[in-house]
């Protein structure tokens, strides 16, 4: 993946899947400065969804800032994940702003994330069998890089 892309919801080479049938989130700033504060939620349309992070559209402006720390509630199929991440970069885009979000990582949440996103994408896209297949070896990957990283701990 390009460096200088902005469609990624965080900038590299990790895999996300884009969300077509206008999947929401609820967002809410939940840290600012390391002092715990909890702000009402508002809603937002979720543009992709990877396990590292993802790709939001609101028309509120957050700074892009480590300072502060947002929490996501992204409901996908039959899941529901409570997500922590950080604002990583903002464009503007049909007056409305889009966002990459950085999660704080874990694990045991990415994983999850790539099984709902699995069965996302076999809901979006029942006939492309290639696609399922690439998407599980990169998911074994993942996984495997996970287990390797524990192990070395």
């Not at 900038?11 to 715990?36: C, F, P, Q, W, Y």
């Not at 939001?56 to 929490?71: C, E, G, K």
């Not at 889009?98 to 996302?120: M, N, Q, T, W």
């Not at 290639?130 to 701990?153: F, N, W």
């Amino acid at each position: 993946m390009n460096k200088k892309d902005n469609g990624s919801a965080v900038k590299g080479t990790h895999m996300r899947i884009r969300i077509r049938s206008g999947a929401e989130a609820s967002i809410s700033i939940i840290d600012v400065l390391g002092n715990s504060s909890e702000s009402s939620a508002t809603r937002v349309l979720l543009h992709d969804l990877g396990p590292y992070g993802m790709q939001f559209q609101t028309h509120l402006r957050f700074p892009v800032s480590n300072d502060y720390a947002i929490r996501a509630i992204i409901t996908l199929g039959d899941w529901q994940f409570s997500v922590i991440g950080n604002v990583k970069w903002r464009r503007v885009e049909e007056n409305q702003y889009v966002y990459g979000c950085e999660f704080i990582p874990d694990r045991r949440l990415s994983l999850a994330i790539i099984h709902a996103l699995g069965e996302k994408l076999r809901e979006m896209s029942p006939r492309q069998l290639r696609i399922h297949a690439l998407y599980r070896r990169m998911s074994e990957q993942i996984k495997e890089v996970g287990h390797h990283l524990d192990m070395k701990r």
